[in-house]
């Protein structure tokens, strides 16, 4: 069939005439600007309950978007269902700008204008779109640890707009970190990691919050960090923390997007056994136990190339992003594993071990282990 168009300049002067222009783009790109006087309905609302919208059939109506392409589909579709007198602005708002005919701003308070512009570039993936940006504003990450793999990532949460953010690091920033854990400045040196970690976030993104919590994490203060949170990315150096944060996930039933790193390799997961008993594995599914303290590297500190956490960080952060946003195929049940001197990474299947003695689906939860204290006992 044959759709309706109608120039830009001929539309302004049927809508002078009391036709209605509706503007059928989704909200942040009317934010850039919008026919005078023209009603924004997005094109997905319109057409799932035209009669919302539109009650009269017999009414004459035009509608505009970016380019024609959208208004142009949705008359057709309109045109199906009944409505007869409708036509499609030829060229959109695109054309309506050039021809000199009046814009106006959406009336938009300081946050909202914000948000779209803020957000413009993830806006535009429909992968994310308006619906996921506001989920990511209305999720809470708990990132455990302001170190090498804390930093890079939580700069990245925060600047992708996860609304809400725990940090939880009872350290302090040396000078030694700084090669690798570029949240923490010069300035920021003797500072509490999560202060000068809560301050740089807030400086790139002042709508998220930032909830810095100088604790030692332990079976004490582990229960009360995991309330209310979406996803836990654990930024953790060491084994007493790791294995205790896994028992804590698969508790209250949170996926923990994992990363370990060591020189010049690492390694990244999603273990998700919280949430898929039996189903998914769980760190303990690949390593049952701690090593012994004596061949643990946190109890003997190995190097690491400056950029290698980063390296890891980022796509921890590209791992929660998904999981908040519910998109792509996580990581679960697959290790990651990367060597940054070769630049070869390898993946490897993982399943869940149906006698873990955390996870197995018939398993009661047994209890924290403390290895913390075991650890710096034998140090
Ligand atoms: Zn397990």
Redesign the pocket.
Known sequence: MSIRELTPEQARARQLDGVLLIDVREAHERAGGMAEGALGVAKGALLADPGRHLPDPEREFMLICQSGKRSGDAVAVLAEAGYGRLASVAGGTVAWRVAGLPLVQPLLDADERDFYDRYSRHLLLPQVGEAGQRRLRQSRVLVLGAGGLGAPASFYLAAAGVGHLRIADDDVVERSNLHRQIIHTEAAVGMAKVASARERLLALNPHVEVEAIRERVSSDNIDALMQGVDVVLDGSDNFPLRYLL?DAC?KHAKPLVYAAIERFDGQVSV?D?GRQRGQA??????FPEPPPPEFAPNCSEAGVLGVLPGLAGVMQATEVLKLLLDIGEPLTGRLLRFDALQMRFRETRIT??PA?????PSVPFPGYIDYAAFCSHRA
């Open positions: 896994n698969i273990f056994a594995p769980c760190y303990r599914c690949l869940a071990d873990c003695p955390v996870c197995a």
